[in-house]
């Protein structure tokens, strides 16, 4: 039969509640209560005088009570869809939730009842209680109701070995229908997520309510609290770790993005920002004499999204006072490693591998490479130092690089076409590459490509070239020429772009690792200065202290399948090399003391040593969810115009709300 989306009235089974459904019955009656006299005009109580009893006074038309044809019942339920087993057998229980799917067979109504722990068939008995047989009959998908009946096994011939439940059934004594479906549904739930024309993004967002009874929605909200779950306890009872709660409204702060906004009505003409992270509140925390720290913080960027980025996102964030940097580290490989066990059944490296932020990008031009595939990138400047091709000389002289990316047998999956203006062209166009050089290494160990790079190089150039590659015959060389930047944003673009085209990504593989010695600064080209890297607040090797601009930091960050699940970094606890670190950032005495001036002080208090780290939640789970966005993992996402679609946020509010304000819209 196919799934009908009818509407259908309120039904119940009989006039009145059964005696089988202890309820608590609600029945909304409205008192008739008197107007006030709005006649009136605007005077003093001593001088308001009664009319004299002989006048006649208005009486007010009473307002009618409101009854309901129907009461509100809540209905208790003894056991749940998806947790009953051939044990239950013989059991009476009474089940409440939705139908997912309804079919007639056989003289015999059959229905899938769904609540959030899963589902389980529900069928009728007609001879027996044939009023229950017809309203089962009448139900509708979606509509929520409460069955009561005999747990009892399925002939052997209707066992459905894809159900959990599937070698049970509960025969149907009474039924209860709770609420009606009156509206049409925009999507079948049940068979939603194996439709071949998937229900568009943008109307499960608009019908959330709907889309989160989705099984696999379902899934994902669960892991996610599994996930927070089993953080909490392994922070809170192996480690001792305390969680504290830091302030949502705090003053705006540099930390790379927009801060939300918050105006004050208290203090006209000022302004709260809602936190990007709780990055100071923390290190006074451990100021504060709190050791171990730790939050699910809820963090807010007014920045561009992207499928891994919501306005606000949640964060795990942790501090550690007396922790050095080996401690740090270990501390959380054991966390993610009891993470991915439990959730995943995933054993992760012990130790995790690590990479200087220097080789990541010389190897794999990325601070956050996906290693589950060899491509690797090569400097091949000095091959082409003084080669007669311009392209390649000129942008050396002036102090660019030359690297290559060898593809394993390139040289038959691209053409020459392909090559100058098709999609992996356009891939290094995107990044920012004024056009892709290339070579095809032949049978017999010639190359060919660009003819004016073909003829550059000699039979003892070329073979250097071709070692330093690994290439071998059917290879394919792609090139990128400019400042090291540039170059290592092309290549690792077009690293990933070919290992997915080409199959090249074991998916079965879980690769992890530590990106660790990042730069303290990085230039700005726009503004013409140094800025953090991370942020001003990561403490520098004390090995480089005695330059600052040119220092590393003790920073880290963990790299998930090519995706930086966390980051953090030791901290500076000492005011004079705080402040030194924020005069080089641009950020003058005045300017410091203004923005930070409450840091600044408690690091002349006593400030321990310290550091932390902070993991991206949403993001973690998406990876151990296997979803392709974090909106898939979040009840309540915004869109990618950061809008909610469901309650069509952000909105226009009352005038009289921005006068309260001291604001006015444009």
Known sequence: MSLLLKSFPFLFLRARPLSVFPTIVLTKARRALPRSNRGLSSVSASSFQPPPPSATAETPNPIPPVTLNDSLQWVSRTAFCGELSSDAVGTRVRLCGWVALHRVHGGLTFVNLRDQTGIVQVTTLP?????????????????????????????????????KTGSIEVAAEHVQVLNAVKSKLPFLVTTADD?????????????????????????NMILRHRVVK?????????????????????????????????????????????????QLFKQMLMVSGFDKYYQIARCFRDEDLRADRQPEFTQLDMEMAFTPLEDMLKLNEDLIRKVFLEIKGVQLPNPFPRLSYAEAMDRYGSDRPDIRFDLELKNVSDVFLESSFRVFSDTLKNGGIVKALCVPSGAKSYSNTALKKGDIYNEAVTSGAKGLPFLKVLDDGAVEGIPALVSSLDPTKREQLLRRCSARPGDLILFAVDHYTSVNKTLDRLRLFVASELGLVDHSRHSI??????????????????????HPFTAPNPEDLGDLSSARALAYDMVYNG??????????????????????IG??????????????????MGAPPHGGIAYGLDRLVMLLADANSIRDVIAFPKTTTAQCALTRTPSEVDPQQLKDLSLQAL
């Open 195 to 219: 439709a071949k024309d998937f229900v568009k993004e943008e109307i499960r967002l608009r019908y959330r309510c709907l889309d989160l009874r989705r099984h696999q929605m379902n899934f």
């Open 127 to 163: 001879d027996e209680f044939p009023v229950t047989h017809s309203t089962i009959k009448d139900l509708r998908l979606e509509y929520v109701i409460a069955v009561e009946g005999v747990v009892r096994s399925r002939p052997s011939e209707s066992v459905n070995k894809k159900m």
């Open 587 to 604: 950020i003058s005495p005045e300017q410091a003391e203004e923005k930070f001036g409450y840091l600044l002080e408690a690091l002349d």
């Open 230 to 278: 089993l953080i909490r306890r392994y922070l809170e009872d192996v480690h001792g770790f305390v969680e504290i709660e830091t302030p949502m409204l705090s003053r705006s702060t540099p930390e790379g993005a927009r801060d939300y906004l918050v105006p004050s009505r208290i203090q006209p003409g000022t302004f709260y920002a809602l936190p990007q992270s709780p």
């Open 513 to 534: 690792l530590w990106v660790t010695d990042f730069p303290m600064f990085e230039w700005n080209d726009s503004e013409q200065r140094l800025e953090a890297l991370h």
């Open 563 to 584: 995706v930086e699940i966390g980051g953090g970094s030791l901290r500076i606890y000492r005011r004079d090399i705080q402040q030194k670190v924020l005069e080089i």
